[in-house]
């Protein structure tokens, strides 16, 4: 019985994990649980520490994070401790903001935060409308200018003002 836990949790993972017939990147399900779209990515160190979360991140999207073990807690760490001037940082949070802020469904959503740093980009939202997140990504990843390979999202139910939402914590990692 004890061997059959195992083999129940590949196949759940398995089952949030969609690859697409058509092109070489992977769709994202909307699911209460982690979606993933993953290339090979391995930064050799560490993961982030349950602490170093709490510093990096506000609640409830540290919780979320610190819930995680394994491939997302490095490339957090190495966007956690990564430096913010490069250029390219700022044009892209510049994108990322005027997509989002520009889709037919952004007044379904707010943003907590965009934040670009060493080639990693964590974005932060809450949707009041269930649904409206995975959309505005499916969108976004059709725009010349995206250049992820990739990316992790995170969705999480709560109260928020007397009213269920949905916060999500996105990572996306460039090619």
Known sequence: MAADKPAAAAMKK???RTVSAVSSRSVEVPAPVKTVEQKQF???????SDE???????????????????????IYKQFSEAPSSQDWDI??????????????????????????????????VFEFKNGVWPLIMAEMKFQTWWEFGANSNYGFAMM????????????FVRE
């Open 14 to 16: 398995q089952a949030v």
């Open 42 to 48: 391995s930064s050799g160190t560490n993961p982030i």
């Open 52 to 74: 170093a979360i709490d510093k990096a991140l506000p609640a409830p999207f540290n919780e979320v994070m610190k819930a995680n073990h394994g491939h997302d807690r490095e």
């Open 91 to 124: 044009k892209m949070q510049n994108k990322l903001n005027d997509a989002i802020l520009s889709s037919p469904y952004a007044n379904a959503l707010t943003i907590d935060s965009i934040l670009c740093k060493g080639n990693i980009c964590e974005v932060r």
């Open 160 to 171: 928020k003002d007397s009213k269920l939402v949905t916060g999500n914590l996105a990572l």
